[in-house]
């Protein structure tokens, strides 16, 4: 099983729905990244979180640490807004480097 | 400062043949990491340093594989007797400490092995 699991893998929404992705992770962490990742590689993160909620324009992004669990929701969402969702966690113990999920796949169709 | 550059962005090499991909991070990011990213997948950890020391390598990181920082600046990840399997995108990404700090990604290298 792997540490960081997203769900779904794959989500297509309409123009101006509201969207929720979510990720579960099994490891003790001490920050929990959500990164974008647009066709041709890029990545550029838009949250790194340790407790509670942080918004920044349409996104905001969730933590609990205690059912070690983080969504991130896309509000009035639009066709730029189509991308790879990744979540990568940093472990308190052993790897520093981000472990990563597999990704969620989004198509907000106009 | 541009953020994090990889070079090449793309890369054709026949199966056999030895590839060398370079990393320049943020100037004062003193972590780097290379990461391998295959299609419908996230990023796979490789290796990374803290300054010139190579702290951790990856199981997957098979005796083919090489990474340096000589300087403690850019970073070089060399691919000997490249195979079909090897076939991915690279990513590069620094940061400044470990921890909970912000991260900085390349925008990659795309390996293709034919």
């Known amino acids: 099983k792997n540490e960081v699991e997203q769900s779904p893998q794959n989500l297509t929404a309409q123009e101006g729905e509201f969207i929720t992705i979510n990720c579960s992770y099994s490891?003790?962490?001490?920050?929990l990244h959500w990164l974008q990742q647009h066709p041709g590689g890029g990545i550029v993160s838009l949250f790194m979180?340790?407790?509670g909620k942080k918004k920044h324009g349409r996104l905001i992004a969730t933590i609990n640490i205690q059912e070690k669990h983080s969504s991130l929701h896309i509000t009035a969402s639009h066709p730029r807004d189509s991308a790879v969702y990744i979540c990568?966690?940093?472990?308190?113990?052993?790897?520093?480097?981000?472990?990563f999920g597999s990704g969620t796949r989004l198509q907000v169709q106009p | 400062d541009t953020g994090v550059s990889q070079n090449p962005r793309h890369k054709i090499t026949k199966r056999g043949q030895n590839v060398t991909f370079r990393c320049d991070p943020i100037?004062?990011?003193?972590?780097l990491y290379w990461y391998r990213q295959t299609l419908g997948q996230g990023p796979e950890f490789l290796t990374y340093?803290?300054?010139?020391?190579?702290?951790?390598k990856s199981r997957l990181l098979s005796d083919r594989f090489s990474a340096e920082r000589p300087k403690g600046s850019f970073s070089t990840l060399e691919i000997q007797r490249t195979e079909q399997g090897d076939s991915a995108m690279y990513l590069c990404?620094?940061?400044?400490?470990?921890?909970?700090?912000?991260?900085?990604f390349g925008s990659g290298t795309r390996l293709t092995v034919v």
């Open positions: 990404a620094s940061s400044l400490g470990g921890g909970p700090y912000g991260y900085t």
């Open positions: 490891v003790g962490i001490s920050a």
């Open positions: 979180l340790s407790s």
């Open positions: 990568a966690v940093i472990r308190v113990t052993g790897r520093r480097a981000l472990t």
């Open positions: 100037s004062e990011h003193n972590r």
């Open positions: 340093f803290q300054n010139e020391a190579q702290l951790e």
